[in-house]
């Protein structure tokens, strides 16, 4: 079964860099996709793609069957849900994949 | 720009009730996808259209259906609806979908079945 996997809670200081991790059981995966979603608001997203990509703060590393999203200089704004996504098979479906999400704490 | 809109954003059901709910594409997006997010867990997949077609289903009964208008704004219903149901539906745009493209999503519908 096509699953993404991600830990449930991430705790950090401000100013720090953490790091989510994500890994996937999902076949023939392309794309990892990292979005962001405070409760009440679109989810949004950071960064995305098939090798290590950087978006301002955000970085995404790639390999096949995981990735890892580093947010640098964490602020307290950054407290919030991160969902890891994938993209299975061909990706003619417009599937995406999501994991659970994981809520990251920032200790001032 | 405006970015995906979505009505109403909160909405009561009691069982067996038949809802609909709306989502209107960035413009110039011609694919909507649909996502049911329940407490405490991600989005799950539920369809994308594209040019009025179906283009992909996720493992949801035959209860959820959708369509697509010409303008390309896209309706969920849910029939004879479930207390699992429950749940925020969130629709998402993209230009021409896939799953490889960029889905930009709405703030949701939260849905409550009584």
């Known amino acids: 079964k096509d699953q993404v996997f991600q830990p449930s809670t991430v705790a950090s200081s401000e100013g720090a860099v953490v790091e989510i991790f994500c890994n996937h059981s999902?076949?023939?995966?392309?794309?990892f996709f990292w979005y962001l979603h405070f409760p009440g608001c679109a989810p949004r997203l950071l960064v995305k793609g098939s090798k290590p990509s950087q978006q301002g703060r955000y970085n995404m590393t790639y390999e096949r069957f995981s990735s890892s999203l580093l947010i640098l200089q964490v602020r307290e704004a950054d407290a919030a849900v991160y969902y890891c996504?994938?993209?299975?098979?061909?990706?003619?479906?417009?599937?995406?994949?999501f994991g659970q999400g994981t809520t990251l704490q920032v200790k001032p | 720009d405006a970015g995906v809109t979505q009505s109403p954003t909160h909405l009561i059901k009691t069982r067996g009730q038949q809802v609909t709910l709306r989502c209107s594409p960035i413009?110039?997006?011609?694919?909507v996808s649909w996502y049911q997010q329940v407490l405490g867990q991600g989005p799950q997949f539920i369809f994308q259209y594209y040019e009025k077609e179906e283009r992909g289903r996720g493992n949801f009964p035959d209860r959820f259906s959708a369509r697509q208008f010409p303008n390309y704004s896209s309706e969920l219903n849910v029939n004879a609806l479930l207390l699992g149901d429950s749940a925020l539906y969130l629709c998402?745009?993209?230009?021409?979908?896939?799953?490889?493209?960029?889905?930009?999503f709405g703030p949701g519908t939260r849905l409550l079945v009584l």
């Open positions: 999902v076949s023939n995966a392309y794309n």
């Open positions: 413009s110039g997006h011609k694919s």
């Open positions: 998402a745009s993209s230009l021409i979908g896939g799953g490889r493209e960029t889905q930009y």
């Open positions: 996504a994938h993209c299975p098979g061909s990706g003619n479906t417009g599937k995406l994949i």
